[in-house]
């Protein structure tokens, strides 16, 4: 048995609380704009799910931009957030991991890069020249892979493509590039894998020129200060026993992924050698 496994059999069988703690007040969980957060039901399900889980009542914090998220989150204005590793390895000094998603059985997901279905490339050489789009600039999937391959080619974006603009939504990216606003895009492989299942006419007009190796999914975080204290344990103990409860097992099924691990420091090695890379090769 894994260490990840272990620690997840850990936490299921503590039994969620069922009243709210004496005088807390209302934990503040983050979400950025990777997730399906214009989905009204799931973030009402979502709200309601970690109120009950908690016994707490529940804000959920929505902001356009990674860095508003990031930036509450590392001034302690959230007991918690669902953030992008690229920020994770940024702050992580400053920040305490809570929970990972499992996606297809495994704590990882991809970055592709996308073009227009009828164009024939395969891979970033063929995009030379193009109008890019990419999701955040501290994004992972939507910025830094796409940005560490272009430095081990010595070049940067404004010089390796004749335009770039950030959509500040994944969602975005692949309108911009179906729609032809864009050439191409940096895109999270995990989006455009659920639109695919839920919006194939859009996705159907673009195409896979590029997927990355696999990297550690976007994590729930919380500010190191947290780390211990009443609001972590019980927004961890909900999100790692949300496969056994029948609300949470329905959040699941509408986000497509398999669960809630415990998380792995070591699974974020990879973002921060690209972002390593970038800050050593400009």
């Given amino acids: 048995m894994t260490r990840r496994r272990l620690l997840a059999g850990a936490a299921v069988a503590v039994a969620l609380p069922s009243v709210a703690l004496a005088g807390a007040g209302p934990l503040r969980f983050g979400l950025t704009p990777v997730f399906l957060t214009n989905d009204l039901d799931l973030l009402s399900r979502l709200k309601a799910y970690l109120s009950r889980s908690t016994g707490r009542p529940v804000e959920l914090v929505l902001r356009r931009t990674y860095q508003e998220i990031t930036a509450l989150l590392v001034s302690d204005q959230l007991d918690a957030?669902?953030?992008?590793?690229?920020?994770?390895?940024?702050?992580?000094?400053?920040?305490?991991?809570?929970?990972?998603?499992?996606?297809?059985?495994?704590?990882?997901?991809?970055?592709?890069?996308?073009?227009?279905?009828?164009r024939q490339a395969e891979g970033l050489a063929d995009l030379a020249g193009d109008i890019h789009a990419f999701s955040d600039p501290n994004s992972n999937s939507g910025y830094l892979v796409t940005r560490a391959l272009l430095a081990e080619r010595g070049e940067r974006p404004e010089t390796f493509f004749r335009q770039?603009?950030?959509?500040?939504?994944?969602?975005?990216?692949?309108?911009?590039?179906?729609?032809?606003?864009?050439?191409?895009?940096?895109?999270?492989?995990?989006?455009?894998?659920?639109?695919?299942?839920?919006?194939?006419?859009?996705?159907?007009?673009?195409?896979?020129?590029?997927?990355?190796?696999?990297?550690?999914?976007?994590?729930?975080?919380?500010?190191?200060?947290?780390?211990?204290?009443?609001?972590?344990?019980?927004?961890?103990?909900?999100?790692?026993?949300?496969?056994?409860d029948d609300d949470g097992r329905a959040i699941l099924a509408m986000l497509r992924l398999d669960r809630f691990g415990p998380p792995e420091v070591g699974d974020y090695r990879a973002i921060a050698a690209k972002a390593e890379l970038v800050r050593t090769l400009g």
Avoid: K
């Avoid at 499992?102 to 991809?110: D, V």
């Avoid at 692949?174 to 999270?188: N, Y």
């Avoid at 695919?196 to 590029?210: K, Q």
């Fill in 164 to 244: 770039s603009f950030f959509t500040y939504g994944h969602r975005n990216v692949v309108r911009a590039v179906a729609s032809g606003l864009a050439d191409s895009g940096s895109v999270d492989g995990y989006v455009w894998e659920v639109m695919t299942g839920t919006e194939p006419a859009l996705t159907g007009r673009t195409r896979v020129a590029r997927r990355s190796e696999w990297l550690g999914f976007p994590p729930v975080a919380a500010p190191r200060s947290a780390l211990g204290g009443d609001a972590f344990e019980a927004l961890q103990r909900a999100m790692l026993s949300m496969e056994r």
């Fill in 81 to 118: 957030a669902w953030i992008c590793g690229y920020p994770y390895v940024e702050y992580r000094q400053q920040l305490a991991l809570l929970a990972i998603p499992i996606w297809q059985g495994r704590p990882f997901y991809q970055s592709y890069l996308i073009t227009g279905a009828g």
